[in-house]
C-alpha cells in the first residue's frame, strides 16, 4: 500500500464545475507536491509545500488552487478548467527538497 | 532544446534479456539522479536514487551517472514480464531557493517484456 493516497482515482466535471482534489502522506514528511501528468509530455511540477508554506507556483494557472493545512495533507481546489485541463494529477512527498519524492496513484482527471 | 532528453521508446525486449535505458541532460547544476518505474493506472514509483557521478546496484537494477558527459543509465538484467512498464528518469540541482523540490523529469521510456 502506498504511503501517498490520493482521492478520488477518478474525476469526471463541466467546465463550470468546482471540485477538489486530496492527497495525505503518512510518511512523516516535510515536503508535498502536485505534479500534472499528461500524454507524451514529461511530469509538470505546479505547486511545491515545505512545511505547509508555498515555496513554489510553477506559473499554473488561479483556476487551480492549492491547499496544504498540515504537513500530511494537501488540497488541489478545481474551478472553471478547460479541456486542456485534463490529465493525470499527481501528489508527491519528500523528507525535504533534494530527497526522493514518493507518488500517490493519481486522480485522472477529464473535464467535458 | 529540453533540459533532459529521453528517448520514449516504445522498447520490446524478450525475456531474460539486458535492457539499457538512457537519459541526457544540459544543465550542469544537476546533483540528484533518480530512476522511476510507473506502471500502468500507478503513479512513480522510485527505483534508484543517485548523487552525482558514479554507478549503484539495487538487485537487478544498476544505474549509472556520468557527469562529465551529462548521461545516465539505467541498466536491467535477466528482465521479466513484470518490468513492462514506463521509466522516468528525473534530476535535481542541490535543493534551496527557487530549486527547493523541483524534479525535472524526462518523457519516459516505454518498455515491454515479453515472454
Known amino acids: 500500500e502506498t504511503g501517498v493516497t490520493q482521492t478520488p482515482r477518478h474525476l469526471v466535471m463541466g467546465m463550470t464545475n468546482k471540485k477538489s482534489l486530496k492527497c495525505e502522506q503518512h510518511l512523516g514528511h516535510n515536503a508535498m507536491y502536485w505534479y500534472k501528468q499528461s500524454a507524451k509530455k514529461p511530469l509538470e511540477l505546479m505547486f511545491v509545500?515545505?512545511?505547509?508554506?508555498?515555496?513554489e507556483n510553477n506559473s499554473v494557472p488561479s483556476r487551480f488552487s492549492p491547499e496544504c493545512p498540515n504537513s500530511s495533507h494537501l488540497f488541489l481546489h478545481l474551478h472553471t478548467l478547460q479541456p486542456e485541463d485534463s490529465a493525470l494529477y499527481l501528489c508527491?512527498?519528500?523528507?525535504?527538497?533534494?530527497?526522493?519524492?514518493?507518488f500517490g496513484d493519481g486522480t485522472r482527471l477529464s473535464i467535458l | 532544446q529540453k533540459e533532459v532528453e529521453q528517448d520514449p521508446g516504445p522498447l520490446s525486449v524478450p525475456e531474460g534479456a539486458i535492457v539499457s535505458l538512457n537519459c541526457t541532460y544540459s544543465?550542469?547544476?544537476?546533483?540528484?539522479f533518480m530512476w522511476y518505474r510507473q506502471y500502468s493506472r500507478k503513479g512513480p514509483e522510485l527505483l534508484m536514487y543517485?548523487?552525482?557521478?558514479g554507478n549503484k546496484e539495487d538487485g537487478r537494477f544498476t544505474a549509472q551517472v556520468d557527469k562529465s558527459s551529462k548521461y545516465i543509465s539505467l541498466f536491467i538484467r535477466d528482465s521479466q514480464p513484470s518490468d513492462s512498464a514506463t521509466y522516468l528518469c528525473?534530476?535535481?540541482?542541490?535543493?534551496?531557493?527557487?530549486?527547493?523540490?523541483?524534479?525535472?523529469f524526462g518523457q519516459g521510456t516505454i518498455l515491454t517484456v515479453h515472454p
Open positions: 508527491a512527498s519528500s523528507l525535504s527538497g533534494n530527497q526522493p519524492q514518493h
Open positions: 509545500y515545505s512545511l505547509e508554506e508555498r515555496v
Open positions: 528525473a534530476m535535481t540541482p542541490r535543493a534551496g531557493g527557487t530549486s527547493y523540490g523541483k524534479l525535472t
Open positions: 543517485t548523487y552525482s557521478s
Open positions: 544543465n550542469s547544476a544537476f546533483q540528484y
